[in-house]
C-alpha cells in the first residue's frame, strides 16, 4: 500500500519560509512525478510545483515562481518544497501527490494516483 506522508507545516509570519517534506513509502518510485497542491477555505484545490523523478524536470504555479523550490531524493522517497517569500495567500492545507507512471499533466490533479493527508501552512500578516 502507498502511503504519502506530510511534514513541515506550521504558523509563519508573512515574509518568512517553510520547508514542507513528503515521504512516499510502499512504492519506489523510478518514473512518475511527485506534486504539491494546496487548497485555502472556500477556495478550489490549486496546483503549486511538481517534480518528475527521473529527470527533476520542475514545474510551478506563477504565484508561486522565484519563491518556492521543489527538489527529491530519490534515494529517501522524499520530496521537500522550501517556500520562502511566504505571503499571507499563501495560507492553505498543503497536499502531497505522487503519480507512478505520469510524467506530463502534472498541473492538474486528478492525473496523481495517491494523496498524502495534508498539512496546514498559516502565514500572519
Known amino acids: 500500500q502507498v502511503q504519502l506522508v506530510e511534514s513541515g507545516g506550521g504558523l509563519v509570519q508573512a515574509g518568512g519560509s517553510l520547508r514542507l517534506s513528503c515521504t512516499a513509502s510502499?512504492?519506489?518510485?523510478?518514473?512518475?512525478?511527485m506534486g504539491w497542491f494546496r487548497q485555502a477555505p472556500g477556495k478550489e484545490r490549486e496546483f503549486v510545483a511538481a517534480i518528475t523523478w527521473s529527470m527533476g524536470l520542475t514545474y510551478y504555479a506563477d504565484s508561486v515562481k522565484g519563491r518556492f523550490t521543489i527538489s527529491r531524493d530519490n534515494a529517501k522517497n522524499t520530496v521537500s518544497l522550501q517556500m520562502n517569500s511566504l505571503k499571507p495567500e499563501d495560507a492553505a492545507v498543503y497536499y502531497c501527490?505522487?503519480?507512478?507512471?505520469?510524467?506530463?499533466?502534472?498541473?492538474?490533479?486528478?492525473?496523481?494516483?495517491?494523496w498524502g493527508q495534508g498539512t496546514q501552512v498559516t502565514v500572519s500578516s
Open positions: 510502499g512504492l519506489t518510485f523510478s518514473r512518475g512525478a
Open positions: 501527490a505522487a503519480t507512478a507512471t505520469r510524467s506530463f499533466g502534472l498541473r492538474v490533479g486528478s492525473n496523481y494516483e495517491y
